[in-house]
T-cell receptor, first 114, second 113 residues
């Protein structure tokens, strides 16, 4: 079975500071990994995904994530935070075997201070 | 406009009552999903359907039921057997079961009276 763990349920940064949201995965087969973002009172939308091509993945709104197999990690970063980045971020995993549905982490709420 | 529509936005359930949450998509997607969102627990999979007339249990299917009689529709019934139904319910769809880009509805908040 696959799973993801997001370290830190709340992260607060200043506007212009580096954003780092952590995600570690567990999977016995090569995983597909995703980051989704949820703005208040809305559904989720895809930020970026890793599907075994380049290990550094660039997404929308200046976010990127790096797949590190040796660390079983897929951390999300952004060099400079904007106020509009305040939202909840979810890491998710899927594999080609077993259940064909995403398994989500518990989420990290990002606050951006002016 | 293509999209996925959930209704109602807010729903209240009395004890012992079954309630049904609607999810409709006009994206011509084969796969549809129901997730439950609780604070601090992320999204947990209730049921999913890879194709019409077929569906599978997710991690927390007890107390819920679904049907997939039409490609566009995947209603979720919260039965009286679900003892803690208060949560935010999200429906999603994807082009196929192997396509990872999920399109989400705007959710239904279910509360118990």
């Amino acid at each position: 079975a696959q799973s993801v763990t997001q370290l830190g349920s709340h992260v607060s940064v200043s506007e212009g500071a580096l954003v780092l949201l952590r995600c570690n995965y567990s999977s016995s087969v090569p995983p597909y990994l995703f980051w989704y973002v949820q703005y208040p009172n809305q559904g989720l939308q895809l930020l970026l995904k890793y599907t075994s091509a380049a290990t550094l993945v660039k997404g929308i709104n200046g976010f990127e994530a790096e797949f590190k197999k040796s660390e079983t990690s897929f951390h999300l970063t952004k060099p400079s935070a904007h106020m509009r980045d305040a939202a909840e971020y979810f890491c998710a995993v899927r594999t080609d075997t077993g259940r064909r549905a995403l398994t989500f982490g518990s989420g990290t709420r990002l606050q951006v201070q002016p | 406009d293509g999209g996925i529509t959930q209704s109602p936005k807010y729903l209240f359930r009395k004890e012992g009552q079954n309630v049904t949450l609607s999810c409709e998509q006009n994206l011509n997607h084969d796969a549809m999903y129901w997730y439950r969102q609780d604070p601090g627990q992320g999204l947990r999979l209730i049921y999913y359907s890879q194709i019409v007339n077929d569906f599978q249990k997710g991690d927390i299917a007890e107390g819920y039921s679904v049907s997939r009689e039409k490609k566009e529709s995947f209603p979720l019934t919260v039965t009286s057997a679900q003892k803690n139904p208060t949560a935010f319910y999200l429906c999603a769809s994807s082009k196929s079961a192997t396509n990872e880009k999920l399109f989400f509805g705007s959710g239904t908040q279910l509360s118990v009276l």
